[in-house]
């Protein structure tokens, strides 16, 4: 009977190595996949330690972000003076003088988006032509505006 044990012993200790082996092999194959995703990871780095990878990464993250707060900033910076700029056009021809035929007058509002510009004004007749400018803010004037400046400056408001 001793023989028997001393087998069923060798035996078991046989299926416990071949377990043991086989969950070795389980082991090296993972261990050799997250090395694998290590390498690609590292990359060309130089870096051999994870931690210090991920630190490079988060400082350049860092660099980014200001970067755009700069971006961002100029942006809108460059918005604020895009509305500022007076490229609203607005013409209205009319005819000043009843007794000569034709539209041959004129007002012209430059203005932006606030309605701050200038409108010119051309009043032609026969023998002579006047020509007035007047600045123009929130789409007043401190001078008086005539119906048809108020018309070029709401003309030149409404284009898009």
Avoid at 74 to 96: D, S, W, Y
Wanted: net charge neutral; hydrophobic share 45%; aromatic share 4%.
């Amino acid at each position: 009977m001793d023989e028997d044990a001393s087998l069923a012993a060798l035996g078991g200790a046989g299926i416990l190595i071949f377990i043991l082996l086989i969950w070795v092999i389980i082991l090296s194959v993972k261990l050799s996949k997250l090395a694998r995703a290590h390498r690609r990871m590292i990359g060309e780095t130089g870096v051999p330690k994870l931690e210090d990878v991920l630190m490079k990464v988060h400082d350049r993250m860092g660099d980014v972000q200001a970067k755009q707060a700069v971006q961002e900033a100029t942006m809108a910076n460059q918005e604020k003076r895009l509305v500022a700029l007076k490229g609203r056009v607005g013409v209205h021809r009319f005819n000043a003088f009843s007794d000569q035929g034709g539209e041959i007058s004129f007002a012209v509002a430059i203005v932006n988006d606030e309605e701050d510009g200038v409108v010119l004004t051309g009043i032609h007749s026969r023998e002579q032509t006047f020509l007035y400018a007047k600045p123009v803010s929130k789409g007043e004037s401190s001078y008086p505006l005539t119906p048809e400046e108020k018309t070029a400056i709401s003309q030149a408001a409404r284009k898009e």
